[in-house]
C-alpha cells in the first residue's frame, strides 16, 4: 500500500515491492462508485509478474483515498494525467473497467506517446444509465445498494461477491456514486474512439447487462488491430466472476507486449 498527495488530496494504491523505472506500467482504474478492491483477484498475479511494474489506485473520494470524487469522465482523466506525471510513469499499458475505461480511452486519446497498451474491460465508447438507477441512487441510495449486485453479477456469480460489492457501495459516500453514474450517463465518445492508435485487447462477459457485449464489439470495430474476447457466463465484474480467465487473458496480451 502506498500514498501520495496529488494537488493536496491524499491518494491511496496498491503496487508492487519495488518499481523498475525501466518496465512499463499497468496502471489500473476501476469504475463508478468502486475502488482498488475491483482488481483484488488480479493482485497475486501483477505481484509475481516480472516484466511489469503495476499501480492500482483508489480514485479521489473513493475506497482509501481522500476527496470528493468528480463530476465527469473527463475530470477523472485530469487527475489520471495528474497521477501519473507526479509518479514520473512512462510506458503505461492503461486498464480501465466501467468507468474506468473511459478515462483509460480519454487518456490514450490525449497521451498515445505515455500509452502503449489498453486493456479495456466492461465498457464502452458510451457509458449510458438507465434513469430509474440514477434516481434510486439520487433519492433511495439503501436501495440503489441493496439492488445492485443482481444487476451487476451473472446470476450464478458467488453471493460472496455480491456481499462484497454492496459492501463497497455502502462504504462509498452516496454523492460520490450518484454522480460517477452521472458522468458515466455523459459519457460519449462514439465519434473519436477510432482516433484510440494503440494495441487494445477488449473483455466482455456474456451476461453483462449494465454494459452488454455490443458496447465492446462498437469498440472492436473502431479500434483498429484491437483484440476482442468475451467471458462466457460472466456480468460486469468479470475480472472477479471469472478471474482466472480474465487473468489468462491479460497474461497472454501482456506477454505479446513486455
Not at 6 to 23: A, K, V, W
Not at 88 to 96: K, Q, T
Not at 117 to 132: D, I, Q, S, W, Y
Request: aromatic share 10%; charged share 20%.
Amino acid at each position: 500500500m502506498a500514498r501520495i498527495n496529488i494537488d493536496g488530496i491524499n491518494i491511496h494504491y496498491e503496487t508492487g515491492e519495488s518499481f523498475e523505472d525501466s518496465l512499463p506500467t499497468v496502471l489500473m482504474i476501476h469504475g463508478a462508485g468502486q475502488s482498488a478492491a475491483t482488481w483484488d483477484y488480479q493482485l497475486d498475479f501483477l505481484r509475481s509478474y516480472p516484466k511489469a511494474n503495476f499501480i492500482i489506485l483508489d480514485l479521489p473520494g473513493h475506497g482509501k483515498s481522500e476527496g470528493g470524487g468528480f463530476r465527469t469522465v473527463n475530470d477523472y482523466t485530469v487527475f489520471v494525467k495528474s497521477l501519473i506525471s507526479s509518479l514520473g510513469l512512462r510506458n503505461i499499458i492503461i486498464v480501465g473497467h466501467s468507468m474506468g475505461g473511459g478515462a483509460a480511452m480519454l487518456y490514450a486519446l490525449e497521451h498515445p506517446e505515455n500509452v502503449s497498451a489498453c486493456v479495456l474491460a466492461g465498457t464502452g465508447a458510451r457509458l449510458g444509465v438507465a434513469e430509474k438507477t440514477l434516481e434510486t441512487a439520487k433519492n433511495n441510495y439503501e436501495l440503489f445498494c441493496e439492488v445492485s449486485p443482481e444487476r451487476t453479477f451473472a446470476a450464478s456469480s458467488p453471493q460472496l461477491l455480491k456481499d462484497a460489492f454492496k459492501e463497497g457501495l455502502l462504504n462509498t459516500d452516496r454523492n460520490v456514486c450518484y454522480w460517477d453514474l452521472v458522468a458515466c450517463n455523459e459519457f460519449n465518445i462514439m465519434e473519436d474512439v477510432n482516433r484510440v492508435d494503440v494495441g487494445t485487447l477488449i473483455i466482455t462477459g456474456s451476461e453483462d447487462i449494465l454494459t452488454p457485449s455490443k458496447y465492446g464489439v462498437y469498440l472492436h470495430n473502431n479500434i483498429k488491430g484491437s483484440i476482442y474476447k468475451e467471458i462466457e457466463g460472466a456480468g460486469h465484474f468479470m475480472m472477479q466472476e471469472k478471474h482466472e480467465e480474465f487473468n489468462s487473458l491479460l497474461v497472454d496480451f501482456l506477454i505479446n507486449l513486455t
